[in-house]
């Protein structure tokens, strides 16, 4: 039985696949949830105490402390897959199971320079001074921008460029560099899960993203979730995102997020990496992506299954400031430890629906909701 470490920001679903697997699980992770209970060691960053508050992910995530937490167990564990939140920089590469070499995807301004002369994505920009945003604006007023974090993922700190956005930013002195300006593309949210060797790249599947607020009024962009696989399946979008990933020369799960109009579909960004929507893949097709993903890395691709029913997460966002009571179901993940203190706008748990249709799991993802409705408790 070999020793795994999965280090992340959300480690749990990775590490109750990692246990169907047989793995000795360890885990390095921000968030601390009580409904994992599949590992063999583990450590979070996230306090969690009753009737106290666990703080804010933006303000007490910090990369370097978990990579330091899960340099403590370099020696000890045989291999490591890392997840969202964390990059493979200072971890040793004959460890790590995926992609060791990822700043040029990571970077979005050093990605788009990248990919923009081969395909199809929006114009973006280094953001040098502040004031020079506001001047793009100017020279292309019929275009709406974003401003965006060069490094980040989960839609945090995604906001539109305005007058007062700029402001703000001055006067909480971000520095410009860490920002990039990008043209707003109108669509529907799509990210490709894409399976490949050294040589080989195959779609596992394709998720409509749901992006939103849901309780974060000042971010419109934040994820919230996946509903997996589309209605429609897209072959232009397959293998537009299959070519992308094999230029790129990535291993493994990646993922690819596109916006798709009516009139043209645009790359925003790749994950190199196990993404969000594993939960929901692996749902839709009864299959343990985590060892999909392992085998690709050894160089074998395996036989991509055609998906069952249709799977829904939904990340469940505080709209006030609530306290977690009890919750019992076997549909809610990410469960905080009970009696904790929930900020506004912080993800509180994650709850995962499935049915032969969309709609099928559509109302039992709104019984869900009606039911943890009854364990939260608004605090004034």
């Known amino acids: 039985m070999e020793n795994l470490l999965i280090s992340g920001v959300n480690t749990r679903p990775l590490s109750e696949a990692a246990y169907e697997l047989n793995y000795k699980v360890y885990s390095t992770s921000y968030f601390h949830t009580i409904d994992f209970k599949s590992c063999h060691k583990e450590k979070h960053i996230q306090i969690q105490k009753p009737y106290k508050s666990c703080g804010t992910l933006q303000e007490n995530y910090n990369q370097h402390e978990l990579k330091k937490i899960t340099l403590n167990w370099i020696d000890e564990v045989d291999k490591i897959i890392l997840y969202t939140g964390i990059t493979p920089e200072s971890i040793p590469k004959k460890k790590i199971i995926g992609n060791t070499q990822t700043k040029n995807i990571e970077n979005k301004y050093k990605f788009y320079k990248k990919i923009h002369k081969h395909t199809n994505t929006p114009k973006t920009y280094l953001i040098k001074e502040l004031d020079e945003t506001l001047e793009i604006q100017k020279q292309n007023p019929d275009k709406e921008y974003l401003i965006k974090p060069i490094i980040g993922t989960g839609g945090y700190g995604i906001k539109k460029l305005t007058n007062e956005l700029i402001k703000k930013l001055k006067n909480m002195n971000i520095p410009a ?34 992006i939103g607020t849901d309780g974060r009024n000042e971010n419109k962009y934040i994820y919230l979730g996946n509903i997996s696989p589309q209605i429609e399946n897209d072959n232009e979008i397959n293998q537009i995102s299959e070519k992308l990933v094999k230029k790129l020369k990535l291993i493994g799960s990646n993922g690819v997020d596109l916006i798709k109009n009516q009139n043209e579909t645009k790359i925003i960004e790749v994950n190199p990496r196990i993404q969000g929507t594993f939960e929901c893949a692996q749902e839709s097709l009864d299959t343990n992506i985590l060892k999909a993903h392992i085998l690709a890395c050894q160089n074998e691709l395996i036989q991509i299954p055609i998906p069952k029913k249709y799977s829904i997460k939904k990340i469940i966002y505080a709209k006030q400031k609530t306290q977690v009571l009890k919750i019992n179901s076997k549909n809610i993940h990410d469960i905080p430890l009970p009696y904790t203190i929930i900020e506004k706008g912080e993800p509180i748990v994650t709850i995962i629906t499935s049915g032969q249709t969309i709609k099928k799991a559509k109302i039992k993802l709104k019984k869900e909701i009606n039911y943890l409705n009854t364990c939260l408790k608004v605090i004034n």
């Open 177 to 210: 560099k860490t920002l990039i300006q990008q043209e707003y593309i109108k669509g529907t949210p799509i990210s490709v899960s894409i399976l490949s060797t050294k040589t080989e790249s195959k779609t596992l599947t394709n998720s409509q993203q749901l």
